[in-house]
């Protein structure tokens, strides 16, 4: 299933005007509008629930969240960690806000 964009979403632009990046400009067929931020509030108990069930599951994430957890680095963790993990942790991809793994 398509989502047609254009009629379904606004994106809120956190990148300075430019006349590159118009979010409102809906004539524009095919042209890729990056996402500088995505902010959501007001999600429910079960939503982080879910997903902290979901980094139980896999062994990476749960390495993952326990290092970022840390004040200091562990080279024990770290050594757990397998490729690509291992690269894109190092690589600093990752970071964890309110108990959510984010990757970038």
């Given at each position: 299933m398509e989502i047609d964009r254009r009629k379904n979403f606004r994106f809120s632009k956190w990148a300075p005007?430019?006349?590159t990046l118009d979010s409102g400009n809906?004539?524009?067929e095919g042209t890729e509008t990056p996402i500088f931020g995505i902010s959501s509030s007001e999600l429910h108990n079960e939503f982080f629930s879910a997903v902290l069930k979901?980094?139980?599951k896999h062994k990476q994430y749960s390495i993952l969240l326990q290092i970022?957890?840390?004040k200091y680095r562990s080279p024990e963790l770290e050594s757990q960690l397998e490729?690509?993990?291992?690269?894109?942790y190092k690589d600093?991809?990752?970071f964890l806000i309110d108990g959510l793994l984010y990757h970038r």
């Open positions: 005007e430019s006349g809906t004539d524009s979901s980094y139980a970022l957890q840390q490729e690509p993990w291992l690269k894109a600093n991809k990752f």
